[in-house]
């Protein structure tokens, strides 16, 4: 934590503002964690955004004055006001990933209103993905809506769910007919635990078939607020049939990718002004050369790894945004 009296260091900072969540990360120049926050206020919430950045910032005993650099990502990415750059979900939680689970080869992410399934290099950098955005099915929001139909609070469902059986099924993962499958079971009178572990399962089918499209690597690593669910956890490892190692704060994968982009983005920065100053009368064209090689290294990152599926149209909202993608592979960039 700063003080009034330490030389203030450049510090940079990661946002995800997703469906339900707003997360935030500051790094300091050397790249190590200085504060973080999660905060949930509703869908796509400016509020909650500006909550989670004044949360991390008062925990980093710092201002917005002190952060050199900040890059969004997430549903809700261009709506971050203080945001220098934007970067999609796909190349921030594959980052953010690979620095909290060094090593990881796949990072499976489940949150309120999608799913991805990512597979990294050893630099972490993409290879393939796939990922859910066209409905709730194995999301949090498919948690969310059965927890209200069992009468169970969301915190609750996995516990209970690992205390099931697994001889009951959902067939439906679109949540409204699977909402009505519950209601059915729950007028046969099915313990709500049984019925519970049929959702879980139904999530971790409808997972395994998206880890299919990229091909299983290990290790794996899941990120998301779907995380914490331990039954999530525990019936989509029975369904892989390996091992899902856990970061210590799941949910801050995406904002902790986008806070060391920020870093790439801030050193390349300084780089380029140490060129303005060594190369005397000509050192602002070379400087200016260097800031703008970083939108090129941006658009190449972005038409390589984040293309738009083609079957859409180019005006197709599902592309344009944070949508639906074909899963590419790609050459390691690096972006220093």
């Known amino acids: 934590m700063a003080t009034q009296t330490d030389p203030i260091p450049p510090y940079v900072m990661g946002v995800d503002l997703g469906s339900n969540t707003a997360k935030s990360v500051v790094l300091d120049s050397r790249g190590e964690l200085v504060a973080h926050s999660v905060v949930q206020m509703g869908a796509v919430s400016k509020g909650g955004v500006r909550a989670s950045i004044a949360q991390t910032l008062e925990q980093a005993g710092l201002t917005r004055e002190h952060i050199a650099r900040t890059i969004a990502t997430g549903y809700g990415r261009r709506m971050v006001e203080m945001a220098d750059r934007t970067f999609t979900e796909i190349t921030c939680h594959a980052r953010g990933a690979a620095r909290m689970m060094p090593g990881v080869r796949m990072v499976i992410d489940i949150g309120g209103q999608d799913s991805k399934v990512i597979a990294v290099d050893a630099n972490g950098f993409v290879e393939h993905f796939a990922m859910n955005d066209r409905c709730a099915g194995g999301t949090g929001k498919f948690f969310e809506v059965l927890a209200k139909a069992v009468e169970v609070e969301l915190d609750e ?27 059915s079971m ?20 409808r997972t395994v078939g998206l880890v299919n499209r990229v091909g299983i690597r290990t290790p794996i690593v899941m990120t998301g607020g779907v995380a914490k669910n331990p039954a999530a956890v525990r019936f989509l490892e029975r369904a892989l049939d390996v091992e899902i190692h856990l970061p210590a704060e799941p949910q801050i994968a995406g904002a902790l990718g986008a806070a060391l982009l920020a870093l790439d983005d801030l050193r390349a920065m300084q780089r380029a002004s140490a060129e303005r100053s060594s190369a005397g009368p000509d050192g602002d064209a070379a400087g200016d050369a260097a800031v703008a090689g970083l939108a090129d290294l941006e658009a190449d990152l972005l038409d390589r790894q984040i293309r738009p599926d083609p079957a859409h149209g180019p005006a197709c909202a599902h592309c344009r945004g944070a949508g639906s993608f074909v899963p590419l592979s790609i050459a390691p960039i690096d972006p220093r």
């Open 157 to 183: 469902i996995g516990p209970l769910a690992l205390r099931g059986s697994t001889e009951a099924q959902i067939s439906s993962m679109c949540a409204t007919f699977a909402e009505t499958e519950v209601i």
């Open 186 to 205: 729950l007028a046969e009178d099915r313990p709500k635990e049984d019925i519970l572990a049929a959702v879980h399962n139904a999530v971790a089918k």
